[in-house]
């Protein structure tokens, strides 16, 4: 299902990010991660925004960052870092992604968690230890249970062409994954709420609908 299958996504970058920060070049080695195709449909964020990733020694830690980003910008920055030329003028004329980096080196460290509901398939992951899961507090932010099973996917998947790219009926997917995994409104209307402000209930509230 949807559930399982991002769940077994995040936690393969979350082994790589392991990897790089239990090896010696920790301190030298930076990690961009970004949704692929996030412009198609409102099933992540919203329709106009994603999920973004950095990691390294330079990456500020705690830091809330509120400037406006594009995949444009990442691809500056790791130009920028890299020390080459911009591919274009697209890319040349992007901000880099300077707020998000820090002149100083910090420690940082990485451990991998285990989703609660990899737990329900049959992949070969490693047993519960104090390490690999979160903190008692910390588990709902980390786990929202599945609200469709296998049956629900069947039916509301039925007649999609899986069979090549780009051939899916679009709108009815994005509804179907959104009804699958949330509990809350389909999209329609951008409220352009300042997301900045009152984080920690919002936050809650997003928990709460998730389970």
Request: charged residues 25%.
């Amino acid at each position: 299902t949807p559930d399982t299958q991002m769940a077994d996504n995040d936690y393969a970058t979350a082994l790589l990010i392991e990897k790089v920060a239990k090896s010696p070049f920790k301190d030298n080695t930076v990690i961009f991660i970004i949704e692929d195709d996030a412009q198609n449909g409102p099933d992540h964020v919203d329709a106009h925004r994603s999920i973004a990733y950095v990691v390294g020694p330079y990456v500020k830690q705690g830091a809330l960052i509120s400037k406006r980003y594009t995949t444009v910008s990442m691809v500056r920055t790791i130009e920028d870092l890299l020390g080459i030329e911009p591919l274009g003028i697209t890319d040349g004329l992007a901000d880099p992604m300077s707020e998000v980096f820090d002149f100083s080196l910090k420690p940082w460290n990485y451990t991998a968690i285990v989703p609660e509901v990899l737990r329900t398939t049959e992949l070969p992951l490693p047993k519960k230890t104090a390490k690999n899961q979160l903190p008692a507090g910390k588990r709902a932010l980390a786990y929202a249970k599945p609200r469709g099973d296998v049956a629900y996917w069947e039916q509301a998947m039925a007649g999609q062409n899986f069979a090549t790219e780009d051939r899916l009926d679009e709108p009815r997917f994005n509804r179907a994954l959104w009804s699958g995994l949330k509990n809350a409104d389909y999209p329609v209307v951008r409220h352009g709420a300042d997301m900045r402000k009152n984080r920690k209930t919002l936050l809650q509230k997003e928990v709460v609908s998730r389970n």
